[in-house]
């Protein structure tokens, strides 16, 4: 409680002395004081961090099928996939091989991160790239940021400025797989007295591309500002309401091989064999996003921001389970009708509640040759997980609404940070960034299958940043930096570590990331060169071992590093023709690898034997392809037309530590038209119409997978498992945007 009341009262600093000064009354005609509160979390121009940028005309150039982790896939470093096939419903991206846990994300400068998983579920806020107004991607450790830990990238992300005139839009569009796309908003403009008014809806359906993968995503945006020549202070409201069909399993090579849009989720079988799909295997998620900023200027040069984020969210997915022992739920055999029944087909709903509260403030100084920033962050978190049984073929009494298992999880996460960039000259600056953060996380209650999860520990971790860059001149650009980051186990991790008994082996890991690079500008070239060399003390991984009860066991490897050379080129050859292009060449290695496989006697009995080990002096970390890159041609015939062409090149990659070919996602390349025309219809009216083809050499790929191996004491061949995610043909999308 002391450390909330101290953190209010620094939050709300600001507010006090903008009390005090107050009265300056001016209308601002820019709204660019507007998106101050974010830039304590960003990287500047001369900032010696690897990063990319996203513009508001770049998101509307994209097809509304994309998500952001779709939109960011032309970026440096970048692996994008959806579960379903296509742009719709959940997705996920890997920057450097770093996966989504490891991705800070924010927004407005709060961290969207779900504490417990440090993950960002994109289809929580469906439409999300219709209320951005710019992103940043950091890759490497980046600046100091809110939240978890930038691991392997952060994606700093600013909703809509407020805009100077009235406004409206309407946005629809149609895609293949029974995809419809709707937007509609409107905003007041900056009025006489600086209040400002914006809302958005967006309503997004479609079947997906393989089976089960329907989505229903809605989503509403709505701001309110008041803006003064020092001063601007923002209520911000974001609603994501989605559901889902559950697309998790993937698929095997035989499935994949007869039929590459099947999908197991809620297969069940009558009783003569024919084969059944349960009708509302589904996930069901809500999620209110309550914020208030304020920034204000004083006329010595300090900029205070400060912001109050609440989250609330609810939601469950629901399974048909087929012959299901009642044992697993907690319950005794039933008997129905003088018939007593050990198994049973049921339908389970696994539910979340949590709640989140998320403050920050800081100051921003610039004055002369230095500019510096610091600030304080806090997190609370509270957040239950829970399951019923909601349905039984074989009832002889059950309460309908059965509770077989709870456990909540209570994490506080704060930080103090302090940068500053000083210029000793016109062409040489130094940055420095220290930041502190410490984390508690409690655990309390027994998980679904009744182990107890009783857990309470504490974290602290001292980041430092630092770096220089070299300007000589205008066209060309040189820095170096070292970053130093610290990441505690997320809650599977802590979880399984405490069903196998290995809880006080659990450590934090640690990175430290080296860069250089150099950057040549001119007004139609530009070209950039990173190299990193990413060292991991500790990183956790999983082994493939389990415990005597079957649990996965994830180990700390002392030892493992990502390193690779990042370049990227972009020439404005001519007025209307315009290239892009990147490609990244990387290393991603553990070193003295112990892999574990699983042992029995013979496939008939599948008795348990002691597991076989495999040991690597080098191998390559899972899902880290080698090679990647991009380029795009940009073609502007005449004024109001566009054509674009992108490519998207993946390299191999393996999906488990042993490097064995035999588990890796081959490398594919996926090609998008992009054609569009607009209409100027008057001064404030125009007409866009956009039409794209993604896949357009209608590949046929998989981006992802999962895999699960046993061996045989009578050298039986290896029983293998995997889930494979197969991605959409060709497919279509066509979009009208009307703006008023």
């Known amino acids: 409680m002391k450390k909330l009341t101290f953190f209010c009262g620094v939050l709300f600093l600001p507010f006090l002395t903008h009390a005090q000064t107050n009265g300056q009354n001016e209308k601002t005609s820019l709204t660019r004081l507007d998106s101050v509160v974010v830039q304590a979390f960003r990287a500047g121009e001369k900032t010696p961090v690897a990063h990319s940028e996203l513009t508001l005309k770049e998101m509307k150039r994209a097809s509304p099928v994309q998500s952001l982790p779709m939109m960011l896939s032309l970026m440096p470093s970048v692996v994008s996939s959806t579960e379903g096939g296509n742009g719709l419903g959940y997705s996920s991206l890997r920057v450097r091989g770093s996966d989504g846990s490891r991705i800070n994300v924010t927004l407005n400068g709060i961290a969207l991160n779900d504490a ?11 439409s999300l790239t219709s209320i951005l107004q710019d992103v940043q991607l950091q890759r490497g450790v980046g600046t100091s940021t809110n939240g978890p830990a930038a691991f392997g990238a952060s994606i700093n992300m600013r909703t809509l400025y ?60 709505a701001s309110a500002a008041w803006l003064k020549k020092s001063s601007t202070l923002r209520f911000t409201y974001i609603l994501g309401d989605h559901v889902s069909g559950l697309t998790w399993e ?75 022992k009642f044992s697993e739920y907690g319950l005794s055999d039933q008997t129905v009708d003088g018939v007593e029944y050990k198994r049973s087909d049921v339908i389970i709903r696994q539910a979340m509640k949590n709640k989140s509260i998320n403050l920050l403030s800081s100051m921003i100084y610039k004055r002369d040759n230095f500019s510096g920033t610091a600030g ?49 000259s016109d062409s040489f600056m130094a940055y420095a960034d220290m930041q502190y953060r410490g984390v508690s ?57 405490i069903k196998s008994g290995t809880a006080d082996k659990l450590l934090a890991e640690r990175l430290f990331d080296y860069e250089a690079g150099y950057k040549f500008t001119t007004e139609r070239v530009a070209l950039s060169a990173n190299i990193y060399l990413m060292e991991y003390k500790n990183q956790l991984v999983p082994t493939g071992k389990l415990s005597e009860t079957g649990y996965v066991i994830k180990e700390n490897v002392k030892n493992s590093y990502r390193r690779g050379l990042e370049l990227a080129a972009a020439w404005e050859a001519l007025k209307w023709l315009k290239l892009d292009g990147n490609l990244t060449l990387s290393s991603n290695k553990i070193l003295n690898y112990t892999s574990w496989t699983d042992l029995f006697d013979n496939p008939e009995d599948w008795n348990p034997l002691e597991q076989r080990s495999t040991f690597y002096k080098k191998t390559d970390i899972s899902y880290s392809p080698s090679v990647t890159g991009m380029c795009k041609v940009s073609v502007l015939p005449v004024k109001g037309y566009l054509m674009e062409l992108a490519g998207k090149y993946v390299g191999k990659q393996y999906y488990d530590n042993t490097s064995d070919d035999s588990r890796s996602v081959p490398s594919y390349y996926t090609a998008t038209l992009h054609m569009g025309k607009s209409f100027r219809i008057n001064t404030n009216t125009s007409l866009d119409l956009n039409f794209y083809v993604d896949n357009l050499f209608n590949r ?36 009208a945007s009307f703006r008023f």
Do not use: C
């Not at 799909?277 to 996930?283: A, G, I, L, P």
């Not at 290896?718 to 959409?728: D, K, S, T």
């Open 700 to 735: 046929m790929y998989f981006s992802n997978a999962w895999v699960y191996m046993a061996e045989f004491a009578d050298n039986s061949t290896r029983y293998i498992e995997e889930g494979l995610y197969p991605q959409a043909g060709r497919n279509f999308t066509l979009k």
């Open 162 to 221: 407020s805009s100077p005139s009235p406004y409206g839009i309407a946005e629809f569009g149609v895609a293949s797989y029974n995809t419809y796309l709707s937007t509609i908003g409107a905003g007041s403009g900056i009025l006489r007295n600086g209040l400002s008014f914006d809302v958005l809806f967006s309503h997004n359906s479609g079947d997906g591309y393989i089976r089960n993968a329907m989505t229903d995503l809605n989503s509403l945006y």
């Open 250 to 324: 993937g698929i095997s090579r035989e499935q994949m091989a007869t039929d590459r849009r099947f999908n197991p989720s809620g297969v069940y079988y009558d009783h003569v064999g024919n084969i059944h799909f349960y009708n509302n295997e589904t996930d069901n998620y809500k999620q209110h996003h309550f914020q208030l900023s304020h920034s204000y200027h004083t006329k010595s040069g300090l900029v205070f921001n400060s912001t109050i984020h609440y989250t609330l969210g609810d939601g469950y997915y629901e399974n048909y389970k087929a012959s299901r």
């Open 376 to 424: 304080v962050t806090y997190t609370y978190f509270d957040g239950d997980h829970f399951g019923r049984l909601i349905w039984s073929m074989y009832n002889g009494g059950i309460d309908p609404d059965y509770q077989w298992y709870l456990n909540t999880g209570y994490k506080n996460d704060y930080s103090f940070f302090a940068k500053g960039e000083y210029n000793f």
């Open 441 to 497: 996380y409690v655990i309390k209650g027994n998980d679904k299958d009744f182990a107890n999860m009783d857990f309470n520990k504490r974290y602290g971790f001292f980041n430092p940043k630092m770096g220089v860059s070299f300007t000589p001149d205008k066209k060309n650009q040189f820095y170096l930096s070292l970053s130093v980051a610290h990441r505690e186990p997320s809650r599977s991790d802590i979880k399984e570590s």
């Open 116 to 126: 417990e998983s440090q993950e960002v579920f994109w289809v929580n806020i469906p």
